[in-house]
């Protein structure tokens, strides 16, 4: 699942070539580029917003319901529609287990 | 699959049982069956070096399944390889009765007492009476001498608490490929918190040494599942927590596909219940929730000698009776918390090393720990202990 060694001047971590987001390595500020790998090529893309050390950032562009995939699996459904550089996180993604709030009689 | 070079003879120094099993440590555990007793129990710990005890709620006006693993839990506290003898402290009325928690004890061999509140004539009397008995046992296990044993006969305990985003990336799969290594050489490790698995089950069911096991891998996944879905709330509320969302992590799938990390490699044995010793060596997953107290003491219950614990938010875990080894997944942490944390494994994300190393690392320090070198959790006297509740009071 997990590469053994990462390269000292990359950025951002992406786990599976089938992810799009990539996990920061430092924290960016809107307008800062970063690195990430992808298919073995390195790739520069800029942040939209100022994302702290160890959040998520897109790396592809998301449409509202789409699948957000980490680790090449699926961590959470978007909901609303991310750009390539957004901050990913609890703001724009929902978890799809164990949501009793969706379940009849849950508290929405 | 990583392969870790060996740098020593996968010897430990250790503490040799009746039962033919091997602690790590060698306490004298006063084990209060009921929050009543709990006070008096923490008072003989005051008054005699070389014991340790637990407060907790429990032990009282439980019924089935509930009382059975509160009970399971006293007894493998007690059972725990790493505890030389146990004096058990009951008021008397309660409804886990010491003599019944001793009597299963008593088939350790090790040496077991049982010491009554209300038989003895009231608290002091209680606490001079414990006192007196575990002096002499104290004094009986400081006797003992540790030998050479093998790296086989331990059983790592493997968990993630105040988890970020870079425990899956770092410390997780250090600690996967340190379970890999232990496998190897014909050890156990555990897995645990099913909550933290919800949405990574398909990963380990597929590694399931048949379909028991992964019909069975299913089935605690379902039930944690459940038990949120049937009071009506989102799992979200309460995990990932406060700090594992400002750490990054945005989902509960987010945090088990990096939580099952922990796991290496290696074929899924067994799925036990909580606080139950594992049957078969390898990997073995312990249903636990998530709360990291809960899950730590059900494996120390399950026979756990040494417990790694990975950290990105840091945190003091320790256990009464088990060494708890704590890993920081990112350098920042390790700095701020290394009072409390004793490896690092942030330097992967960094690029300075990779997770064989540190995995390497993490393997010597499991040699050490277990010869009797104390992690900081130990230094600190962190001595923590709570039940996985399933049923309610009455």
Redesign the interface.
């Known amino acids: 699942?997990?590469k053994?060694?990462?390269?000292?001047?990359?950025t951002s971590?992406v786990?599976s070539d089938n992810d799009n987001v990539a996990?920061?390595?430092k924290g960016l500020e809107a307008g800062e580029s970063f690195l990430y790998v992808l298919n073995g090529q390195k790739e520069v893309l800029t942040a939209k917003q100022s994302i702290?050390?160890?959040?998520?950032i897109s790396i592809k562009s998301i449409q509202r319901s789409e699948m957000?995939v980490?680790?090449g699996?699926?961590?959470?459904a978007a909901t609303a529609d991310i750009e390539p550089g957004e901050h990913?996180?609890?703001h724009n993604?929902?978890?799809?287990?164990?949501?009793?709030?969706?379940?009849e009689?849950?508290?929405k | 699959m990583i392969k870790l070079q060996l740098t020593n003879d996968n010897k430990f120094w250790g503490y040799r049982r009746p039962d033919g099993k091997v602690g790590v440590r060698n306490h004298v555990l006063i084990l209060p069956t009921i929050t009543c007793a709990t006070q008096a129990a923490k008072q003989i710990t005051e008054l005699v070096h070389g014991t340790v005890s637990f407060i907790h709620q429990h032990g009282c006006a439980q019924v089935g399944i509930d009382y059975e693993q509160t009970f399971r839990t006293y007894v493998g506290m007690g059972a725990n390889p790493n505890v030389y003898g146990v004096v058990v402290l009951g008021l008397g009325c309660e409804t886990h009765q010491a003599r019944s928690v001793a009597g299963e004890l008593a088939k350790t061999n090790k040496p077991v007492e049982v010491v009554s509140i209300q038989d003895h004539g009231g608290t002091l009397t209680a606490i001079a009476e414990g006192a007196k008995i575990a002096a002499r046992m104290v004094q009986e296990a400081s006797a003992q001498t540790r030998e050479l044993c093998d790296i086989s006969e331990l059983i790592i305990g493997t968990e993630c608490g105040g988890s970020d985003a870079c425990s899956g990336i770092s410390a997780n799969p250090a600690v996967g490929a340190v379970s890999d290594m232990i496998i190897e050489h014909g050890g156990t490790a555990i897995l645990a918190e099913t909550t933290e698995l919800i949405g990574a089950e398909h990963l380990l069911a597929e590694r399931a040494v048949d379909d028991r096991v992964a019909k069975k891998a299913y089935q605690v996944i379902k039930a944690m599942e459940n038990r949120s879905i049937q009071m009506g709330v989102d799992i979200r509320t309460g995990n990932p927590s406060p700090g594992n969302i400002r750490g990054g992590l945005s989902t509960l799938e987010e945090k088990s596909l990096g939580a099952a990390n922990k796991a290496g490699s290696k074929q899924l044995q067994e799925v036990i219940d909580y606080a139950e010793s594992p049957t078969k060596k390898g990997l073995v997953w312990m249903d636990t929730p998530g709360h990291d107290i809960e899950q730590l003491t059900g494996m120390v219950a399950g026979g756990a000698q040494v417990v790694l614990f990975t950290t990105g938010r840091g945190t003091p875990t320790g256990s009464p009776i088990a060494p708890v080894i704590k890993i920081s997944t990112n350098t920042g942490i390790y700095e701020k918390m290394s009072e409390n944390i004793d490896l690092n494994a942030g330097t992967i994300i960094e690029g300075k090393e990779s997770i064989e190393s540190v995995g390497t690392r993490i393997f010597e320090e499991i040699a050490k720990v277990s010869s009797g070198k104390l992690t900081k959790a130990e230094v600190l006297k962190q001595h923590d202990f709570g039940i996985w509740r399933i049923g309610p009071t009455f």
């Open positions: 699942m997990s053994s060694v990462y390269e000292q001047d990359i971590i786990m996990t920061l390595l702290p050390f160890g959040h998520k957000v980490k680790y699996e699926v961590i959470g990913v996180h609890v993604i929902e978890g799809i287990r164990g949501r009793g709030d969706k379940a009689g849950g508290q």
